[in-house]
């Protein structure tokens, strides 16, 4: 724990970081207040021109009928699912194994809506055609989370995709998009959102992740489901009285970022080659197909955090602030691309992965 | 639904009213930043210096061991039933007719916890001693809202708070405080919020009442019950990322008004008096016991509306911007005194009253 924050607070410090916007602090709000009107009335209780404005042009971009705004992805998903459940009246839902319902919410889909999960594919690997035409369980429901984020944001085919989607309405199963990291996969595919979200029923998509807002998600579906959206994110105490903190912010980043997702997209895939030359190291995916992958190295975790230490400190460049154990011998990192990778100078990352790399091969 | 817009918008125009703070439009978020360093690092799923300091100002000021900020009233207040269920073994709650949970949150309780509730008290009055004393269910917890806010915010005495109390741990009931607007009532009951609270096995307070905040909620209780809060705050998709637009306010206009809620109280008992003084007009209570009160007219609801235009118009002066039906013949609305009403000068006050209550005259 103390060499984990040791790593952290050594970040921190470095000049330049290849991930990420920058520092989380609270000018993250101040900036996107510095043009907005204070007179703007604000939102109550889900209604007012701040919301019901932002809700409608996500709604067009995600080419849904219609969309409303919630607190958070967490409580946004599990509301579409308990929708599409009690439509169907099975109580049960699929998704990957390492599905953020799965692993990051305390079960609030089981202790909250009694709703089971069918863990379709193994844990290392994206959900195929395959996966969905021989699964034996009727489900409500199907969500596809793209990019698969625990697994380093892999995306599987358009043609898987589309034939997915395909099969899941011919067997009456609705389609959840799991689009926490929905813009960022766009370059990837060359497709639009409104492409992609036409193959699924329902539609979550995320403010803070490649855009960097402070926080908060839209749902997106047809008018009837939003509608009965609604009614949960009051059971659920989402309604707050005014969102619009999230709301303002959520829409200054949103057109910031919305077509930086092309350079972050190029950015990761040098990135990614830049470590997939050093020793021991490894990308997963090797290409990445987002602004996202997870670096994979073959050294135990301490001896990695005790080496970067040394290399932010020497070279200014900050790799990541945490490494996770994956066992005695390897360990791993995620890396988001946003707006700081673009600012570090050539030269000076060039000379940090050689450092990297000459440490690596003394290590290993 | 026209004419209440129009008395909506007539209100907004008038240059003073006697409720509220003035408008809650963006700049209320603006404000709240202006002296806020904007290097402070953002809170990241419930921990940091500005949610933890929060927090434990908040547990302290109201005697509690411990304390969460949530998103929302109506999520920290079912997951406070929860676990008070859940310890206990037994899915049900007491609480009064008119209860938040009742009649304001689409059923979340029944919905997201299967917990039943048990309506103790007629919806036109308190709950006393006897209904707890009398009640022949078996309950986990009571929740006692103070002040009663859907009946003009009455108290019960602070000696049948004390005897509930006693008779709950006696029960081995939980009792548990809808303290929405528990910083209003301190005045009336010349009590500290940590003596009421004392009373009390889990409170909730909000931030957006008399404190004029933009949305927010502290629960507080024991360690172990705000622990297992925590986990439940994540089912329920409230541990967002970041809380600290909601903080940031709640904690300066805390800071701004909790030592004015002694005024709001002696101006809301002298306005109750000028609307007494009318002919058909009554408020309940007839002494106000907080910064809040309703206001009963033996009129419909039309031609109360078409009378304060008509006086919004005449005398610059906004009572209220909607007024709802009882029934043919009288109708109501609520009025919570806050920065406004002492900006007032008091003969134009004075000269409105006169006039609404020779119009009143006129009508009855």
Known sequence: MAKQNRLLDAFKQTKYQVIGHGSRNVQTLIDSLQTVDGQQDSDVYGKGAIIEGFQTKIAQFLGKEDAVFFPSG????????RIWCDQKGIGKVAYHPLCHLEIHEEDGLK?????????????????????????????????????????????????????ISALCREKGIKLHLDG???????????????????????????????????????????????????VWKRRHGGDLISLYPYILSADYYFHLRINKMEQYYVEAKEL?????????????PVIPMSNMFHVHMELPKEKVEALF?????????GLTSSVREIDDQSCYFEVSIGDQYGSIPKETLDRAFNLLDVRLAAEH
């Not at 193959?199 to 979550?204: A, E, G, M, N």
């Not at 990614?272 to 190291?281: K, L, Q, S, T, Y």
């Open 180 to 230: 926490a990291r929905l813009f960022e996969i766009l370059p990837h595919y060359q497709k639009t959102a409104a492409e992609i979200c036409d193959l699924f029923d329902s539609v979550y998509v995320s403010f803070y992740k490649g855009l960097g807002g402070i926080a908060g998600a839209i749902l997106a579906g047809d008018t009837a489901f939003i509608q009965e959206s609604i």
């Open 309 to 317: 230490l040394e290399l932010y400190e020497s070279t200014g460049i």
């Open 272 to 284: 990614a080659g830049m470590f997939n030359r050093c020793h021991a190291v490894s990308t997963k």
């Open 74 to 81: 967490t409580m946004a998903q599990q509301i579409a699912l």
């Open 111 to 163: 202790t909250l809506h009694s709703i089971e999960s069918v863990l379709l594919a193994d844990r290392d690997r994206l959900i195929e055609f395959e996966d969905v035409l021989e699964m034996d369980e009727d489900v409500s429901c199907l969500l596809l989370e793209l990019p698969q984020r625990e697994i380093g944001g892999q995306l599987p085919d358009y043609e898987t995709l589309e034939s």
